[in-house]
């Protein structure tokens, strides 16, 4: 168990909607990361989160939104759903924002959009 | 830019088959260079870092090696339970970059 929680599991919708992911990083970690991962692209790196703040942004699309809140669980927002969007959401965690640490991941949320 | 690649893409061991995993990359001020094992369906989990040219990390079977274009994961005398998908990362300034990983198959 690496210490982040995940919810849901599993999210199945319909294009054109919105959904929002959920993450509670590891105790004590400040530095909240999401990725995307489908089967021909790999882990693509989305956001990052340092206290409450971004730090780095990536591949995200602007349909799709983050933030962290002061309690430093982080919740990802994916709207106007299309069927490209269908993959494995992760959620990883680290103490600082040094990127010298290693990442804590949490299980993933599948997301299927039908 | 920052690029990761790792080769194969997919391997087949017989167990008690050694072999070696590579991941080559580019990236601006190394700061660090991660792998990270992942079974099917969960998340990555972390195996080693290794942060300067020379510096090796071993683990059971696995160890990993590192040069300043490259790093090896060497697997000995593997079973089936070490199948699995291989993920390399490095750091630079910001963010971690991920390859898109090695596929291991270990027959028994």
């Known amino acids: 168990d690496s210490g982040v929680t995940q919810t849901p599991k599993h999210l199945i919708t319909a294009t054109g909607q919105r959904v929002t992911l959920r993450c509670s990083p590891r105790?004590?970690?400040?530095?909240v990361y999401w990725y995307q991962q489908s089967l021909d692209q790999g882990l693509q790196f989305l956001i990052q989160?340092?206290?409450?703040?971004?730090?780095a942004k990536g591949n995200i699309l602007e349909r799709f939104s983050a933030q962290q809140f002061p309690d430093l669980h982080s919740e990802l927002n994916l709207s106007s759903l299309e069927l490209g969007d269908s993959a494995l959401y992760f959620c990883?965690?680290?103490?600082?924002?040094?990127?010298?640490?290693?990442?804590?991941f949490g299980s993933g949320t599948q997301l299927s959009v039908l | 830019e920052d690029q990761v690649t790792q080769s194969p893409e997919a391997l087949r061991l017989q167990e008690g088959e050694s072999s070696s995993l590579n991941c080559s990359y580019t990236?601006?001020?190394?700061?660090?260079l991660f792998w990270y094992r992942q079974d099917p369906g969960k998340g990555p989990e972390f195996l080693f870092t290794?942060?300067?040219a020379g510096e090796e990390k071993e683990k059971e079977r696995l160890k990993a090696t590192l040069t300043k274009k490259e790093s090896f994961l060497h697997i000995t005398a593997p079973k089936p339970e070490d199948s699995a998908t291989y993920l390399c990362?490095?750091?630079?300034?910001?963010?971690?970059?991920f390859g898109t990983g090695t596929r291991l198959k270990v027959l028994a």
């Open positions: 105790s004590g970690d400040l530095s």
């Open positions: 990236v601006s001020g190394l700061r660090g």
């Open positions: 990883a965690s680290s103490p600082t924002v040094a990127t010298n640490e290693k990442l804590f």
């Open positions: 989160y340092y206290n409450g703040e971004e730090r």
């Open positions: 290794l942060y300067s």
């Open positions: 990362a490095v750091t630079g300034t910001y963010k971690y970059i």
